[in-house]
């Protein structure tokens, strides 16, 4: 069918939104009718180059919508279904997705092209293409939620959302009562703060250089603030914690000095979870010997997610009152105006920007 979409040409122009083609579902496939999408660092990361992307590509990977045609072997889903979009395409069966690892699937399918710009093939961007009116999904990247739930939350639980909650609940396994650090309060950064309220954390204290974003960071949970312009954080972050540092730290930017100060911020014992992308050849700087008292450097991907029993859970918290995504959403945007969305996400000014996608 005919649509449109904001495709990725060229890296450094602007994304053209424009006439698209998508084809039928295939077999263990769905066609999905996006609602609303948000725009996400690592649709710019893709953009301007910082992570290779095959070009042209129809961007965008946090969306949600209903479902309109189904492919051949689909059984779990049927049109009408509200879907959120998951960035995995695990293969259900190998290893690591037997024992819950989805994230870690060693068969997961190259990205395709379900897409047709200009009369050639397209790619879809990590699995979803958010940002087109209409698209493919496979049923593992097509998450039902429930009817109540209002599209425009439940897009930004399929990457903002469950990037942040998931790093505390699924990879750090924070423990009620302890103490924690977020090193950037901007979309991710503030999941991560109320990923840390639903584990119960004792002390939460937000570092970021931007006043705005430390006032978000209080608003989601946050019990102190540091402003990092202020004087060294990891000094500040040991004020707080009676000179000891915190148990578990959380990096959401991607820069390396910020992974060097959450790391040295970790008391004995303490866990750093690196949440934030930086550049594919980046190498940080810490010293071995401070590991020896049980410190811990992990990896998050994806939130380590289990997208089938993650997504309905944050759903089911959001219509409960306990998670807040209508705070996360600083602008509305229409699909004509991504080139500008980028922008305002660029200069620091959204926790998410959001695309009606009906409009
Ligand atoms: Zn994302
Ligand atoms: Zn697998």
Not at 70 to 80: A, D, I, P, S, Y
Not at 118 to 146: C, D, E, L, M, W
Not at 197 to 216: N, R, S, T, Y
Request: with cysteine; aromatic share 6%; net charge neutral.
């Amino acid at each position: 069918m005919r649509t449109e979409g904001a495709v990725f040409h060229e890296v450094g122009a602007p994304v053209a939104v424009e006439e698209i083609v998508v084809r039928d579902p295939q077999e263990g496939e769905v066609r999905i009718a996006i609602q609303a999408a948000g725009l996400c660092h690592s649709d710019v990361s893709a953009i301007n180059g910082t992570y290779p992307t095959p070009r042209p590509t129809v961007m965008g990977h946090e969306g949600a919508g209903i479902v309109e045609a189904v492919g051949g072997g689909v059984r779990t889903l049927k049109e009408g279904d509200r879907v959120i979009l998951s960035t995995l395409a695990h293969c259900g069966h190998c290893p690591e997705c037997d024992v819950g690892h989805p994230t870690l699937c060693h068969n997961a399918p190259r990205p395709g092209t379900p897409f047709t710009v200009r009369g050639k093939p397209a790619y879809q961007f990590a699995n979803t293409s958010s940002f087109a009116r209409h698209t493919i999904a496979r049923v593992s990247s097509a998450i039902p939620v429930p009817a109540a739930m209002p599209m425009s939350q439940a897009a930004l639980i399929g990457c903002g959302i469950i990037t942040g909650v998931g790093a505390v609940l699924n990879r750090a396994k924070v423990e009620a009562g302890r103490t924690m650090a977020v090193f950037g309060a901007g979309g991710i950064g503030l999941n991560i703060i109320q990923g840390g309220v639903l584990a119960g954390a004792g002390k939460i204290i937000a570092i970021d250089l931007m006043p705005a974003k430390l006032e978000w960071a209080q608003r989601f949970g946050a019990t102190d603030i540091i402003d990092a312009r202020e004087g060294d954080p990891v000094q500040r972050v040991k004020d707080l914690t009676r000179g000891r540092g915190v148990d578990y730290a959380f990096e959401a930017v991607g820069h390396l000095s910020a992974i060097e100060q959450a790391f040295n911020a970790l008391a004995p014992g303490g866990t750093l979870t690196i949440v934030g992308v930086p550049k594919l050849d980046a190498r940080a700087d810490f010293l071995v010997n401070a590991l020896r008292v049980d410190r811990a450097v992990l990896g998050c991907r994806y939130g380590t997610a289990r997208p089938q029993h993650d997504f309905p859970m944050l759903a089911e918290l959001y219509l409960g009152g306990r998670l807040k995504i209508d705070e996360l959403i600083t602008r509305h945007y229409a699909l004509s105006e991504i080139n500008h969305a980028i922008e305002d996400l660029e200069r620091g000014e959204l926790a998410r920007g959001l695309f009606d996608m009906t409009k």
